[in-house]
């Protein structure tokens, strides 16, 4: 099991920028694929992102192409989630996830994670 733990939401202007951790701990973090959620109140968890292993492959929600990037360090044991140019529909709380068999390329489903951080809060005010 890889635990997780999330860091660098708060509050920002529309338009600003804001740059997720999370942070793994266990010796299996570089073999497994990990995934970017997040949740607003009274709204369903959906998926933001999802990286391979290697970090050589990432997919992205439709919707937030070109605004966010996901990226990993397996040195650092971390992975990353880039938010740009943010709008106030990106309010939510964010969870990172990683692939519950251990699978090297993730999925988009959230029943396809086992392990889930605590989540992190992002604000964007207008």
């Known amino acids: 099991q890889v635990q997780l733990v999330e860091s660098g939401g708060g509050l920002v202007q529309a338009g600003g920028s804001l740059r997720l951790s999370c942070a793994a701990s266990?010796?299996?973090?570089?073999?497994?694929?990990m995934g970017w959620f997040r949740q607003a109140p009274g709204k369903e968890r959906e998926f933001v992102a999802d990286i391979s292993s290697t970090g050589h492959v990432t997919y992205y929600a439709d919707s937030l192409k070109g605004r966010f990037t996901i990226s990993r360090d397996n040195a650092k044991n971390t992975v990353y989630l880039q938010m740009n140019s943010l709008k106030p529909e990106d309010t939510a709380v964010y969870y990172c996830?990683?692939?519950?068999?251990?699978?090297?390329?993730?999925?988009?489903?959230?029943?396809?994670?086992?392990?889930w951080g605590q989540g992190t809060q992002v604000t964007v005010s207008t």
């Open positions: 266990g010796r299996t973090f570089s073999t497994v694929g």
């Open positions: 996830a990683a692939d519950r068999l251990g699978r090297s390329f993730p999925y988009t489903e959230a029943h396809e994670y086992g392990s």
